[in-house]
């Protein structure tokens, strides 16, 4: 076997778990052991290689691995010069992108990043944080490493926290308001430039991303079957909103035909019924893995 064509960083914590998933769907069977940062892969043009996010933009940009996946905020934090191949909308809980947010107690009397001046405040995110109460004229703000835990220091350990957020609940939880976003992020997939002007390598993150792309596509549809008798065929298919127009193909019995599409999962409780009234029979709904468009 030859040496394989690109090296990828895999994320490490939070993101470990949905993207091994997201892999396996896309039909790149990926197993590792409890212990194991190398990972073996179905694939033997990736040599995948598990650590955290915070250091994939450097090794990329400095060429120890290909590519990578990580985080926005990571390429920002370490001021990566990289290129971003593109973007994937997935995280740990949800497929919206989070927030990097400056909150505070919630009977605290600060209402905006100015009010800060001279405090303290906790984050993972040093460097962009930093940065952006430079931004706002603020160059007092004592800006102080967290190792975790973030929501639970202020008041106490820190008068206000910037931190990730999905949905707002942990900080809601710890009686925490949001008063400033400083970014927004998603999960994206990195290269160096060398990397991405190598012909064989770019296409192989063109063909990775292809196939990533449609997994996720694939989780908002399914695909849906049902015979119909030709005279009302032109009705069933009024009612069928599809990617593209639905399959229609003779039975053996000439006066049925059977239709198949592609069609939003969340319009299958509506369409069905109604496929149903107009004489369609022996109607299937079914997954679908991959959407190509």
């Given at each position: ?112 990043a100015e009010d800060l ?130 399959t229609v193909s003779k ?43």
């Amino acid at each position: 076997m030859g040496k394989p064509l690109l090296s990828l960083g895999m994320p490490k914590g939070s993101l470990e778990e949905a993207t091994f998933s997201l892999f396996n769907k896309a039909g790149i069977n990926i197993k590792r052991g409890s212990r194991s940062y190398y990972p073996e892969c179905d694939d033997p043009e990736l040599d995948l290689i598990v650590m955290r996010p915070q250091e994939i933009p450097r090794y990329v940009e400095q060429g120890i691995i290909d590519a990578g996946i990580t985080g926005q905020d990571w390429v920002a934090e370490n001021d990566a010069d990289i290129v971003e191949v593109t973007e994937l909308h997935y995280s740990k809980a949800s497929r919206q992108k989070c927030r990097w947010v400056l909150a505070v107690p919630e009977a605290s009397p600060f209402e905006r990043a100015e009010d800060l001046a001279g405090k303290h405040v906790a984050t993972e995110l040093v460097g962009t944080t930093k940065r952006f109460f430079e931004s706002k004229g603020v160059k007092d703000v004592r800006v102080e490493f967290s190792w975790g835990a973030t929501e639970v220091k202020p008041p106490r350990l820190a008068d206000a926290i910037v931190d990730i957020t999905e949905t707002g609940s942990s900080l809601k939880a710890n009686r925490l308001r949001i008063i400033e976003t400083l970014m927004e992020t998603c999960t994206v997939i990195i290269a160096n430039k060398a990397a991405w002007s190598d012909e064989g390598k770019r296409g192989k993150l063109e063909n990775l991303t292809m196939l990533l792309h449609g997994t996720l596509d694939a989780e908002n549809y399914v695909g849906l079957k049902c015979n119909v008798e030709e005279s009302g065929l032109k009705e069933i298919i009024s009612i069928l909103p599809a990617l593209h127009n639905p399959t229609v193909s003779k039975l053996s019995d000439g006066n049925w035909c059977a239709v198949d599409t592609i069609l939003p999962a969340k319009d299958t409780k509506r369409i069905i019924p109604l496929l149903k009234r107009a004489g369609a029979s022996g109607i299937i709904e079914y997954p679908i893995s991959k959407v190509i468009a």
